[in-house]
């Protein structure tokens, strides 16, 4: 028999027609969508005169731009309030599920689908935005796709995909104290570049990767789109169906079990092959930091930052640029420099795990007086988590300001901005330039890190502070 | 939607020898708030392309009436990051109909093909070859073929062959998009939906 990789058995149980010499007609099981990438597509629907041909495998939220503070009152930004009000309005004329402000399920779309249990292993699922690859963390194939996209799966359930490479990236052996999940996939992006992965999809695997709890997994396949891949999975085993047994929309009763049967089916055959392979060791991984302006350009927080050398032309340039960008020299230590916010949260870290290890880090401590510290849970659940786990307590009373659910500051399009020349270690996704707010400096860490360097102030080691 | 058919285009050339543009680059974050598509051009590139006040930003190449041209040539790892289709709204918008890189990011270059912007992969080299035309005489044209899938530059007649998929190929040419080939499968998918739920 054939052998088969995970993402082998996934995708080809979802291809409905393949197009010679072109791409395959792709059905989409879930269709996550939010208020900034599908007014367009709904806008362009009606031109066309066509419904939402299933609109139960689509669910919405708002979350890009809507702010942190007040989410009960009217948006004041006109033109964010008009997105998400059209996202209200389509959804009604549609029947589309909405998890709105203010409802128990609000919050960032890649936080509430698997809170929820929407998403399940083996699934294909599909949203405008680049980070759906998180759902990967359950085995499904999960990836962002452009609003002409949406506008295909609202008419039609499929969108038009070539199949991508394959690649497996695994990392074996036993994480160090103060290493987390976020380490280990900045590690792997530093390794292989802010390219390295592009055309490809990868799947994770090693005695390290099945070590982690799911939240810690979902944060290494968001991060899947930050080295090119389309996006990241891992198979599901017990750590997957402990999370999922009992959610909302899991299957209940002899319908769990026979999933579960079905799950465990869903891994990578032995000796099926990659098109591509790397093997990381757990121990090589320290506390990571990015000091340029794409993902790819992380060092250890105990380390310096690249020299030029060897490089030249184009490539020498944009480096330079991007230091330039970030007010750091070639060859300069990174442990000791001044920052001037904390962010923690995204649907990278902005889970009740995340929250935890921030928490547990600062309690009975303060934040450093050069420091604003914003803490952005990734929903209305995880908020109330952390409240009954005392854990907003702990936070404020280190002097973190504890926001409402959204995106927030990792991509700044509502209020949550840094200011320009500022330096702001966050937990979320990208440091490209602007992406905090025009002109704001990011560096990208895990979230002991960041509540490292709320303590200090500065660039530092989680490992060295108590 | 559906879009100008491609078939030859013969233009002089914008260059943007940077590596690794990210789609928050080519159009941020905060110019996302629109609910139909227009008058996204306006804010291509904006950080880059202007200062904080609004005033152009002289030696960004959008400024330089030295450059003009339906063809953009971009370093590699264009276009990676985000999933908006809004960059390449913009990218249309502001009057590009082909983006020429020696490497693409993978959404960036789907968005590209579905509303009808031509992404040419080139090898570095040829990259390098239109870059130094283009820098020794920003009256350099190249001709575009997607018929041949061909890119030349036409001062030397140096030419190179291009990829694209025989599907997206004919979608191009003719101005199709995806959905219309779609709709005519609605059989076939609703069948295909039962046997899953």
Known sequence: MEKKTLFDKVWDAHVVKSVQDGPDVFFIDKHFIHEVTSPVAFLNLEKRGIDVMFPERTVATPDHNVPTIDQDKTIKDKLSRMQVEKLRENCKKHGIDLHDLGSAHHGIVHVIGPELGITQPGMTIVCGDSHTSTHGAFGAIAFGIGTSEVEMVFATQCIMQSKAKKMRITVDGTLGKGVTSKDIILYIISKISAAGATGYFVEYAGSAIQSLSMEARMTICNMSIEMGARGGLIAPDETTFNYLKGKQYAPKGEAWDKAVADWKQLKTDEGATFDKEYNFDAEDIEPMITYGTNPGMGIKVIGNIPSTEGMEGSNKKTYLKSLDYMGFAPGEAIKGKKVDFVFVGSCTNGRIEDIRAVAGFVKGKKKADNITAWIVPGSREVEKLAHEEGLVKILEEAGFELRQPGCSACLAMNDDKIPAGKYAVSTSNRNFEGRQGPGARTMLASPLTVAAVAVTGEICDPREVF | ?197
């Open chain 2, 1 to 197: 939607m559906a879009y100008d058919k491609f078939n030859v285009l013969t233009s002089t050339v914008v260059p943007l020898p940077t590596e690794n543009v990210d789609t928050d680059q080519i159009i941020p974050a905060r110019f996302l708030k629109a609910t139909e598509r227009e008058g996204f051009g306006d804010n291509l590139f904006r950080d880059w392309r202007y200062d904080v006040e609004g005033n152009p930003k002289k030696d960004f190449v959008l400024n330089d009436p030295t450059y003009s041209g339906k063809i953009l040539i971009a370093g590699r790892n264009f276009g990676s990051g985000s999933s908006r289709e809004h960059a390449v709204w913009a990218i249309y918008d502001y009057g590009f109909r082909c983006v020429v890189s020696s490497f693409f990011a993978d959404i960036f270059k789907n968005n590209c093909l579905n509303i009808g912007v031509l992404p040419v992969t080139v090898t570095p080299e040829f990259a390098e070859v239109i870059f130094s035309a283009v820098e020794a005489d920003p009256s350099a044209e190249v001709e575009v073929d997607i018929d041949k899938q061909t890119i030349t530059l036409l001062s030397t007649g140096q030419s190179e062959s291009f990829d694209i998929n025989a599907y997206k190929k004919e979608n191009m040419k003719n101005g199709f998009d995806d959905i219309d080939y779609l709709l005519n499968l609605k059989e076939e998918i609703v069948a295909f939906e039962k046997e899953r739920r």
